[in-house]
């Protein structure tokens, strides 16, 4: 099993800035993907970061793109998320999730290739 715990979530201005920080421990994560997804109200969880956990490699939502970064420490066992130039519209609760095992990149926005969750954090941006 995996345990994911998030934090860094809060209210904020457009155009701010916040961090999220999600901590793994339980179960070897080292082929693992790790994914940010959010979760806003009225609407379906969807993908907006993710990260293979032995490489450099990541991926970002289009909606995303230039404005949200994800990184990892691979000696804490965290996935960061910094997002920067915040609009109202990415208010939502943002899940941490990882993978059992290797995600083919076709597949990593697919929230079904993510075994654990964690319990989510807010994110509100106001006008």
């Known amino acids: 099993q995996v345990q994911l715990v998030e934090s860094g979530g809060g209210l904020v201005q457009a155009g701010g800035s916040l961090r999220l920080s999600c901590a793994a421990s339980g179960r070897t994560l080292s082929s693992s993907a790790m994914g940010w997804f959010r979760e806003a109200p009225g609407k379906s969880r969807e993908f907006v970061a993710a990260i293979i956990w032995n490489s450099d490699n990541t991926y970002n939502a289009d909606s995303v793109k230039g404005r949200f970064t994800i990184s990892k420490d691979n000696a804490k066992n965290t996935v960061f998320l910094q997002m920067n130039s915040l609009k109202p519209e990415d208010t939502a609760v943002y899940y941490c999730?990882?993978?059992?095992?290797?995600?083919?990149?076709?597949?990593?926005?697919?929230?079904?290739?993510?075994?654990?969750w964690g319990q989510g954090t807010q994110v509100t941006v106001s006008s």
């Open positions: 999730a990882a993978s059992r095992g290797p995600v083919s990149r076709l597949v990593l926005a697919d929230r079904r290739q993510y075994n654990f």
